[in-house]
Nanobody, 120 residues
């Protein structure tokens, strides 16, 4: 049974840094893509960053210059280094992992989320 567990969230001052981790357990395979979404109060859930198994990355424009996503395929773990944090970054951050199986389809997994609060 695949489980994604996020860690590293908390309270940080504006301009500070936080590193989020998401570890996948119970997975004997490498995910085709892993990433981070976030949802702030009153807003839609949005993609923050994603990374494919080969290392190709994608970022939301609002975080592109400040956040860095990385992964350890051997551990099925994805990280999000967040620098120069702004109050607008305050949200619940969700880990996401995707596995494509030929002939079977797409399997999409989600973590429970971790709160990141950036104070002014």
């Amino acid at each position: 049974q695949v489980q994604l567990v996020e860690s590293g969230g908390g309270l940080v001052q504006a301009g500070g840094s936080v590193r989020l981790s998401c570890a996948a357990s119970g997975s004997p395979f490498i995910f085709n893509a892993m990433g981070w979404y976030r949802q702030a109060p009153g807003k839609q859930r949005e993609l923050v960053a994603s990374i494919a198994s080969g290392g190709n990355t994608n970022y939301a424009d609002s975080v592109k210059a400040r956040f860095t996503i990385s992964r350890d395929n051997g551990k099925n773990t994805v990280y999000l280094q967040m620098n120069s944090l702004k109050p607008e970054d305050t949200a619940v951050y969700y880990c996401n992992a995707v596995r494509f199986l030929a002939g079977l389809g797409k399997y999409d997994y989600w973590g429970q989320g971790t709160q990141v609060t950036v104070s002014s």
